[in-house]
């Protein structure tokens, strides 16, 4: 917790009655997916909840955590550390009720105006945090969340030799100016201020280049000068390049998006050398590499070498709001979730389809895309299946041929027994 006081509590919480844990808890039991559900014992006054974390949902095992705001009521570290970890930034989906945190903000924002809320409709968690560090006072993510700079605030414990005494948010951040911080409220942003030597970097281009911070940036944008300072260039040659790139970077919103970007950006004369790696990552790459051009030798590269670790993480973490059950082996067949990067890499070469463009939304759990095996064969791409709003929408062999019947009589009777529709 950013905190230097020593504080007392002037305010202590009542105890919860049996009776709010199994009103909190009967709505869980309703639940058949790892979910964590957001119950209100108070809102107005002061804000109580308690988070109902499903670690089993068919042995009905929960994980039951309060959370208290009220002004004079300081977090202990470790409750702050949950709240971060749980709410913030769970892995969990969370569920709750909007009007909830509509009546949370109207309240609230009424009584303290001075606090300067926002409704984050599309980050509600951030709403009880700009509260309970306006509560606590003086601390590092409340001078940030007052100035509009939510991004940075969330990710403020993550920044390193920061001023946490500090008074406005430029003192923060080694006196980096106010117009370059509300330019940068981004996560690669939050990265850029993170960093004594990037902070440096970012006063610099600011002092020779001011019209690169005259409006807001992107994540895009932000990211892509992180990787420009990371090259080591000059600050001339960062601002050419950027100034050259920004009207394409501006129109990029996901992380995806921004990697089919650099692989644009690649060198032609150093693919041919650098598409090694990507057999040291597969072998199953040397073979298709001769028949490959440049911009999908390109984009394995960054894919399985650059983002392999990232992008792995991502998969795995969307995977993790999809239904277990639908992966199973049953006569004769295999099918399941791809599981990495290279899962998705392979199937794609092999099957020669356009999977890739798919990534984005598989990993947004826009849709969901299963790999059919044969059981003796589970190694070898065999169908690639979409399924998307819960019906198949398409499922085909290598080179997007046709399935036969006994193969759609297959897919028909998993589809009935996950409550799939299949229409074909």
């Known amino acids: 917790m950013f905190d230097v006081l020593s504080r007392e509590n002037s305010w202590i919480a009542p105890k919860l009655s049996e009776q709010d844990i199994l009103k909190a808890t009967a709505e869980a039991r309703k639940i058949n997916e790892r979910v964590a559900l957001l119950t209100f014992i108070t809102i107005e006054a002061y ?46 989906p969370l569920r709750f009720c909007s009007a909830d945190f509509d009546h949370i903000y109207k309240y609230y924002s009424e009584l303290h105006p001075q606090w300067h809320l926002k409704r984050y409709y599309t980050h509600e968690m951030r709403l009880l945090d700009h509260i309970h560090h306006c509560m606590t006072q003086n601390t590092i993510k409340e001078l940030l969340y007052k100035s509009g700079v939510d991004e940075l605030a969330v990710r403020a414990p993550e920044a390193h030799e920061i001023n946490l005494l500090a008074t406005n948010p430029s003192e923060i951040y080694d006196h980096v100016p106010m117009r370059v911080i509300r330019a940068v409220n981004t996560e690669y942003g939050a990265e850029l201020l993170a960093n004594k ?54 129109n990029i919103w996901i992380h995806a998006q921004f990697l089919r970007f650099m692989y644009s950006e690649t060198a032609q004369k150093t693919l041919n050398e650098r598409a090694k790696a990507l057999v040291k990552v597969d072998p199953f790459y040397a073979a298709y590499l001769p028949k490959l051009d440049s911009s999908k030798i390109s984009e394995l590269l960054h894919y399985l070498t650059t983002y392999r670790k990232d992008l792995d993480k991502d998969i795995r973490r969307s995977n993790r709001k999809r239904d277990y059950k639908w992966q199973e082996r049953y006569d ?34 826009d849709t969901t895309i299963m790999f059919l095996r044969r059981e003796d064969n589970i190694y070898e791409p065999f169908i690639t299946i979409e399924i998307y709003d819960q019906e198949v929408t398409q499922a085909y062999h290598r080179f997007n041929t046709e399935c036969s019947e006994e193969e759609w009589r297959w897919i028909r009777e998993f589809c009935f027994r996950h409550d799939i529709n299949c229409d074909f």
Request: charged content about 30%; aromatic content about 14%; some cysteine.
């Open 47 to 92: 804000i109580d909840l308690l988070l109902v974390e499903i670690i089993d949902p068919e042995d009905k095992i929960f994980n039951v955590s309060r959370f208290t705001f009220h002004e004079g009521l300081s977090w202990s570290t470790e409750i702050e550390e949950q709240f971060e970890r749980k709410c913030l930034k769970s892995e969990y």
């Open 197 to 250: 030597e990037y902070r440096e970097y970012l006063k610099q281009l600011n002092s020779q280049y001011p019209d690169i911070f005259k409006d807001p940036l992107n994540d895009a944008q932000c990211e892509y000068l992180l990787r420009l300072k990371k090259g080591n260039l000059t600050n001339p040659e960062i601002y050419r390049l950027f100034l050259s790139k920004k009207a394409k970077l501006t």
């Open 332 to 365: 004769g067949y295999v099918i399941r979730y791809p599981q990495t990067i290279n899962d998705f890499c392979k199937e794609s070469i092999y099957m020669s389809n356009c999977l890739m463009t798919y990534l984005e939304a598989y990993i947004e759990n």
